[in-house]
């Protein structure tokens, strides 16, 4: 059988330690389904969220259930489509695969989950334009819709969403407050850092910062309780993220009702679903286009074969502090 009738595919077949639930496989390409776009995937990437995905973390372990492929954005080219009201489509295209199962050669696809993209973009770069780069978009331009006067303050700042957040700041304008473990490797200097170790009220005023009226949480747990002390009374918190794998305590909630936060948690994917696949599109591409203009950057830190993705996971999760960018996975 030709490779070209072939589907290579990181194959889920359970919750649990990647090397106890995950294998490599390869099955027959089965005919395009009915309105379904083919697209050949180039560069994938790993995210958090596809470790939580695979260890079957919190909402993870109800809407992503085995057997699977994981991945959750891709880039790639339209090989097929069956699609006949989608005029604009093109073998050859350039696409943003935003859909559940990017860890294979293929991906048959609804239109409405591609997007379009420039053909001089690096597909490291590309690969990365969804999860982080729309949660962090959509989060600062249409949820707090930041501006000059707001002062924000972020946990996880070396994450990659909170090198996307640093960098939001120096383009839209508001003043960023990033919390790190590590902030000898922070790397923006224009760009107030305090360590995740120490007091943050105390690091506040020691430097002179503005009280932050607004945080973004990466990470729940304890240290979500610490970042929502930073508050002003009747600030905004936002978790968009459980990286602690850990629940509030309840003295986060006391104080959360204690100076009136404002606390709401944001999935990309409950947003999409309340605002709809049309104006999700029309987000996206602004989105895209600020990125452009302002060279906002994504940053890789290796590229590895899809066949090795064993290898990948191990350096996402033992190294990952250590890494300076995403390991993008390539077919």
């Known amino acids: ?11 889920q077949l359970s919750f649990g330690q990647p090397k106890e639930s995950l294998l490599l496989d390869s099955i027959a390409l089965e005919p395009l389904q009915e309105s379904k776009v083919r697209v050949r995937i180039e560069a994938t990437n790993i995210n958090p969220s596809d470790l939580l995905s695979i260890h079957g973390v919190g909402q993870y372990r109800r809407t992503h259930v085995p057997p699977r492929v994981p991945g959750f954005e891709a880039v790639g080219r339209v090989v097929e489509f069956n699609a006949p009201n989608q005029s604009v489509l093109q073998v050859g295209q350039k696409v943003l695969v935003a859909t559940s199962g990017t860890w294979q050669t293929y991906v048959d696809v609804l239109p409405d989950n591609l997007f379009y993209l420039p053909e001089d973009l690096d597909n490291g770069y590309a690969c990365q334009l969804y999860i982080n780069a729309l949660t962090a978009w959509v989060i600062t331009t249409k949820i707090t ?8 303050i972020i946990n996880a700042g070396c994450s990659a ?9 120096m383009t839209l304008g508001f003043t960023l407050i990033a919390v790190t473990s590590k902030p000898q490797r922070y790397p923006y200097g224009s760009i107030a850092v305090l360590d995740a170790k120490q007091n943050l009220n105390s690091q506040i005023q020691s430097l002179k910062l503005r009280t932050p009226s607004v945080a973004f949480d990466a990470i729940g747990g304890k240290e979500g309780f610490d970042l929502i002390n930073t508050l002003s009374k009747t600030g905004t918190y936002i978790n968009y993220g459980t990286l602690s794998l850990g629940p509030y305590e309840t003295a986060f909630f006391e104080s959360m009702r204690r100076n009136n936060i404002d606390f709401m948690t944001f999935f990309l994917r409950c947003w999409e679903e309340s605002v709809g696949k049309a104006a999700r599109k ?27 993705f064993h290898t990948a996971l191990e350096l996402v999760e033992i190294e990952s502090s250590s890494l300076q960018g995403k390991i993008i996975l390539t077919m």
């Open 282 to 308: 029309e987000v996206f591409y602004e989105m895209l286009a600020h990125f452009i203009e302002n060279e906002v950057s994504l940053n890789v830190d290796r590229y590895l074969p899809l066949e090795d």
């Open 145 to 152: 819709q930041l501006g000059e006067d707001d002062v924000v």
């Open 1 to 11: 059988m030709s490779t070209d009738t072939l589907n290579t595919r990181v194959q």
């Open 161 to 169: 969403i909170g090198k996307i957040f640093a960098q939001l700041s």
